[in-house]
């Protein structure tokens, strides 16, 4: 609790507040809105391709624009970036109101990945660069815990709203965290936070072969892109199987979430001030990730719980939550996603962060890690939908659990290899 402690009292710096407005605002918004595609899936009768298509549109968008929007960022003014995510995300929640067919969710989708991509590339930049020295994996730790905060509200208090409200009171609210969050970065964040680098030193394709010659990038790249398509089958697919397959309500479905949610709250803080002390940041990567794997492995137990043990029954909030097998198993496997992000991402995003700093360029480094996921999250959620049509769903969850353990060993072994590479040359150097 200390070192939570310790996270929240950046909060007492007004910039950091500012920017933890942001990660609040992005982070409720994107977890409310899957607990609703759950129901859209439900409303609108979609097959799995049509419901991997509610995850793809998110990311194909980003996939276009997150090189550019990085050079734009590190050359540009940050602050002005993220007025602009959080104004587009505002237009995103009224486009949601005037949704009545799956093809409208998915158009609506598209304008949504545009608004996240700008808010979590330039976030997480500027954080990066605002931190004093030896402090990347506590600032960004921190930032993190917030979201996670935040994305824990959006399942609790979302998945709630959409039970209790329905979809447009539900967005209303959204619009209006969102427009707080614009308030406090106009009055308290410096004017040009972080980016603006020069333009000449800083030529894109230059700087991004540079980024891509260091061997911690390169394989962090490529781990993304494996274990990307594995977590994707989670996020979209996870609530879709609560409610389509269990019949489980949105304030149900929340709960679930919300188990992974917490522990990523409370540990990611203190994890990313270990990773700072311990060093041997790709150790709590693979860890990390491997965990995940196990927690994606679990899913498909749901089907041999449910029925296996008596349903818990709770009125609360004027319905009644039954709670049988299948909410158990799910709500154990989100806990154990939830440590393994945990150990996991403050350590990845602060070694993108130092490795971008080599050449001016941090914000590059993270468009990197998140080009990096985009190819895995628009390849993933429509070939694991595909999976779910035609053999199952459990074979689905599977397939996604393998993709990140492969994506885990190819790390490990691209980055010892490029490592084991890098102290030959050194050596040889050294000998001249």
């Known amino acids: ?11 007492s710096d007004r910039e950091f507040a500012a920017l933890a407005g942001t990660a609040f605002a992005r982070s409720q ?17 979609t097959s799995g391709f049509i419901e991997g298509l509610f995850g793809t ?12 929007l990085g050079r734009k960022v590190d050359t540009g003014n940050a602050k002005h970036w993220l007025l602009a995510g959080l104004a587009i995300n505002v237009v995103v929640f009224f486009g949601f109101m005037l949704v009545d067919s799956a093809v409208h969710v998915i158009l609506v989708r598209i304008l949504q990945g545009v608004g996240a991509s700008i808010l979590w590339i330039t976030g997480s930049t500027v954080v990066g660069t605002i931190a004093p020295d030896g ?25 709630y709203l959409l039970y209790a409200e329905g979809f447009t009171f539900t967005y209303v609210v959204l619009t209006g965290v969102t427009i707080v969050a614009f ?56 609530p879709i199987l609560a409610r ?3 019949g489980l309500t949105t304030f149900a479905i929340g709960w679930i979430l919300a188990g992974g949610k917490l522990t990523k709250a409370l540990t990611q803080g203190y994890v990313g001030e270990l990773a700072d002390r311990v060093g041997r940041k790709e150790y709590f990567v693979v860890v990390g990730a491997l965990l995940y794997g196990l927690g994606t492995a679990m899913i498909p137990a749901s089907y041999r719980f449910e029925g296996a043990i008596d349903p818990y029954r709770l009125h609360v909030f004027g319905g009644d939550q039954v709670l049988g097998g299948a909410f158990f198993t799910l709500f154990a496997a989100y806990m154990v996603l ?9 350590a990845s995003m602060s070694l993108f962060v130092e490795e971008g700093e080599h050449y001016d360029a941090v914000a590059s480094a993270m468009s990197l890690r998140s080009i990096s996921w985009k190819v895995g999250q628009v390849a993933g959620p429509v070939g694991i939908g595909l999976i779910i049509d035609y053999v ?25 290899r490029a490592s084991r590479a890098d102290a030959v040359v050194a050596a040889d150097v050294g000998d001249d």
């Open 57 to 68: 549109a998110f990311a194909v968008v980003q996939l276009l624009i997150v090189l550019p």
């Open 392 to 416: 199952s769903t459990s074979a689905a969850f599977y397939t996604a659990a393998a993709f990140i353990v492969v994506a885990s060993g190819v790390f490990w072994l691209v980055f010892q």
């Open 1 to 11: 609790m200390a070192r939570f402690g310790s996270s929240v009292r950046l909060l």
């Open 244 to 246: 389509t397959e269990f």
């Open 183 to 238: 308030v406090l970065v106009y009055l308290f964040l410096r004017d040009d936070p972080g980016g603006g680098a020069d333009r000449e030193e800083s030529g894109g394709l230059d700087t991004l072969r540079d980024l891509l010659d260091l061997p911690m990038i390169r394989s962090l790249v490529l781990f993304r892109l494996a274990f990307s398509v594995g977590k994707m089958a989670v996020i979209i697919f996870l």
């Open 338 to 346: 939830g440590v393994a992000d945990s150990i996991r991402l403050p």
């Open 135 to 159: 402090e990347n994996g506590r600032w960004l730790g921190s930032y993190n815990q917030v979201a996670a905060i935040s994305s824990l509200a959006g399942d609790l208090v979302g998945g």
């Open 29 to 45: 918004a994107y977890s409310t809105l899957l607990i609703a595609l759950a129901l859209y899936a439900e409303l609108y009768h």
